[in-house]
């Protein structure tokens, strides 16, 4: 099996359907705060299926609203725009990729997985004060190259199953030795393309392999919760197997034992009722 | 094209946690099935003898919540 070039990727990627436009607006907002309720549900407007994924995550126990969100405006009033453009991109991000057309793959285990990642992520990244909203999309698509290999790159990463199944070694190990690339290369590749800020594709490109810093990132953050999803079985794969953990990045966390109690306890209670409202 | 089967079936008896019923047994019996659960998933480090400090720390959470 001959690897693949990056041109080959690249020019795949770019042929990929570009997210809806309101959900490419809300990548490219994210961090701003200049969009507002009414702007936002009249873009979401023209999508009835978004539209209604976003309402049923926002009505989960996850959010905790006490009562039912009917509107788009509604959901901005009660959540925030913040949480709001969170839901709308998770909502738009899962159906990206059509269950029947990436059958290598355990469509919904893959999605559980990468629900517990941003569940995770986000409880981390509150725990160390930063932005909890772009690590949840973070842990979302963290792992979306690997969607994209068993979509369009099916018989190579057939083979790649089959060496990972036979080795039993991590993804990325598997994909590397059958593809000369893996599903982090690819994964950035995507986020370019979908117009994720710089610092989010590097979140996606390391998050195997991260570069630590005294300060804790967003790039640290997914590598972490990557771990921690494994860790905790979330995927309920038979083969799920933890990757190593970067010791330098575990560290500059400085996580107490109750805090990671808490943030597992915390992704955990919140995992079945996000995963209903995404994966339905 | 598709002709691997997803490498994918749950395990039997599914995983402790993660809201996923333990069929009833004694104490031990649960203690014994989270440790096998969190080998298996550890495996990766423990063959290569590298540290992970999430092994103990998860161990120490699901072991918190058997009753």
Known sequence: MSPISKGILVSTVRELPALPAVVMELIESLGRDDLSADQLAGKLSRDQALTAKTLRLANSSFYGVPRKVSSISEAVTILGMRTVRTVVTAAALTGSFKRQDAALLDFDAFWRHSIGTALCAKALAETMDLDGESAFTLGLIHDIGRLVLATFFREPYQQALIYQREHDCLPHEAEQAVMGMDHTTVGECITEHWLFSPTMVEAVATHHSPRPCADPSLADIVHVADNIAHALGLSQLSDEMVPPLNLQTWSAMKLTTDQSGQIFRQAEAQFDSVCQALLM | ?67
């Open chain 2, 1 to 67: 094209m598709n002709t691997l089967p997803p490498t994918d079936a749950p395990l039997a008896p599914p995983p402790s946690g993660s809201g996923h019923a333990v069929p009833p047994q004694d104490g031990l019996g649960h203690r014994d099935q989270v440790q096998q659960r969190i080998t298996h998933l550890f495996r990766y480090s423990l063959r290569g003898g590298h540290i992970n400090p999430l092994m103990h720390l998860v161990t120490e959470y699901r072991m918190g919540q058997l009753p």
